[in-house]
Antibody, heavy 118, light 108 residues
Framework: QLQLQESGPGLVKPSETLSLTCTVS??????????WGWIRQPPGKGLEWIGS???????YYNPSLKSRVTISVDTSKNQFSLKLSSVTAADTAVYYC??????????WGQGTLVTVSS | DIQMTQSPSSLSASVGDRVTITCRAS??????LNWYQQKPGKAPKLLIY???SLQSGVPSRFSGSGSGTDFTLTISSLQPEDFATYYC??????????FGQGTRLEIK
C-alpha cells in the first residue's frame, strides 16, 4: 500500500524559507505514470494546489506562488521536497504531499502543520 | 486559470436526507471533475473522479453527474459518517489543478 509522509519544521520565522520533504513508501517515485505534488490548507480554509513534479524533474507551479516555490525530487531516496521562500503568516497552513494521476489525487500524506511566527 | 465555484458553502441536513452539492467551472472542463470528502484533522479522500466514476470502496449512495461547466455531487441518503466538508477539483488542466472553496455539510 502506497504511503506518503511529510516531514520538516513545524515553525518557521517570517521572511525565512519553509522546507518540507515527502517520503514515499510502498511504491517507486520513478514510475512514469505519476506526478507528485504539494497542496496546502490554511486553518479553517480550503485547499490550494502549490505545485507538482515528475520523476524526471519537470515542475509545474501555481502561478500565484511561482516566484517563491521550488519543488525537487530525489529518486535515490524516493522523496520529493518543497521550498517556499519569504514566508509570511499567510503561509501558515497544513501542507499535504500527494500522488496525482492525470490530475486526480488518490493518495495523500497525513499533512503537517507549518506555522509562520517569530 | 480555471476557477471552481461550489454552492452552497454550507448545508444543514438530517440523517436519511438526499443532498446535492453543485460545482461550476469558469470554462468548460469536459468531465475532468473530481469530488473529495474531508473530515476534521484528516486528509481529503477521493469520492468521485471523471465527474461520475465512483472511487473503489466508496459507498454507492454517493454519485456525481455533469459535464462542461456544471456538476453535482449527490448523497442519496445521508449517513452519520457523511457529515464532512466536500470539495470539487478540476483536472482538465492536469498540471494546474484547482479546487472549489468547499461545502460544509452539517447535522441539522
Amino acid at each position: 500500500q502506497l504511503q506518503l509522509q511529510e516531514s520538516g519544521p513545524g515553525l518557521v520565522k517570517p521572511s525565512e524559507t519553509l522546507s518540507l520533504t515527502c517520503t514515499v513508501s510502498g511504491g517507486s517515485i520513478s514510475s512514469s505514470s505519476y506526478y507528485w505534488g504539494w497542496i496546502r490548507q490554511p486553518p479553517g480554509k480550503g485547499l490550494e494546489w502549490i505545485g507538482s513534479i515528475y520523476y524526471s524533474g519537470s515542475t509545474y507551479y501555481n502561478p500565484s506562488l511561482k516566484s517563491r516555490v521550488t519543488i525537487s525530487v530525489d529518486t535515490s531516496k524516493n522523496q520529493f521536497s518543497l521550498k517556499l521562500s519569504s514566508v509570511t503568516a499567510a503561509d501558515t497552513a497544513v501542507y499535504y504531499c500527494a500522488r496525482m494521476v492525470r490530475g486526480v489525487i488518490r493518495y495523500w500524506g497525513q499533512g503537517t502543520l507549518v506555522t509562520v511566527s517569530s | 486559470d480555471i476557477q471552481m465555484t461550489q454552492s452552497p458553502s454550507s448545508l444543514s441536513a438530517s440523517v436519511g436526507d438526499r443532498v446535492t452539492i453543485t460545482c461550476r467551472a469558469s470554462q468548460s472542463i469536459s468531465s475532468y471533475l473530481n469530488w473529495y470528502q474531508q473530515k476534521p484533522g484528516k486528509a481529503p479522500k477521493l469520492l468521485i473522479y471523471a465527474a461520475s466514476s465512483l472511487q473503489s470502496g466508496v459507498p454507492s449512495r454517493f454519485s456525481g453527474s455533469g459535464s462542461g461547466t456544471d456538476f453535482t455531487l449527490t448523497i442519496s441518503s445521508l449517513q452519520p459518517e457523511d457529515f464532512a466538508t466536500y470539495y470539487c477539483q478540476q483536472s482538465y488542466s492536469t498540471l494546474e489543478i484547482t479546487f472549489g472553496q468547499g461545502t460544509r455539510l452539517e447535522i441539522k
